[in-house]
């Protein structure tokens, strides 16, 4: 088991930064891709960024692509997404996730564990 507590969210102006943590414990989680996902009130969960196992190849979604940052520290077993440039339709709780696949991923059904999300609102 992979235990996933996610940290960060908050309510923020549209132009301001946030930065979500994600502290990973359990069973060999410093292997894994992990990504972040988010899922706004009425819509679907959707992708936003994923980083490999050794902490490169790092992909995004179109929609954050230049604003939000993907980044890990192995040695601490934590996972960061820095957004900048907030917009209100980043407004969503933030899930962060793990894959026993050890390369970046965007599919969610990949990913085995997830946290219990962090909310943000962002306010315009």
């Known amino acids: 088991q992979v235990q996933l507590v996610e940290s960060g969210g908050g309510l923020v102006q549209a132009g301001g930064s946030l930065r979500l943590s994600c502290a990973a414990s359990?069973?060999?989680?410093?292997?894994?891709?992990m990504g972040w996902f988010r899922q706004a009130p009425g819509k679907e969960r959707q992708f936003v960024a994923a980083?490999?196992?050794?902490?490169?190849?790092?992909d995004y979604a179109i929609s954050v692509k230049g604003r939000f940052t993907i980044s890990r520290d192995n040695a601490k077993n934590t996972v960061y997404l820095q957004m900048n440039s907030l917009k209100p339709e980043d407004t969503a709780v933030y899930y962060c996730?793990?894959?026993?696949?050890?390369?970046?991923?965007?599919?969610?059904?990949?990913?085995?564990?997830w946290g219990q999300g962090t909310q943000v609102t962002v306010s315009s």
């Open positions: 996730a793990a894959t026993a696949e050890r390369f970046t991923t965007a599919r969610a059904r990949i990913y085995d564990y």
């Open positions: 359990g069973r060999t989680s410093s292997n894994r891709a």
């Open positions: 980083i490999s196992w050794r902490g490169d190849l790092p």
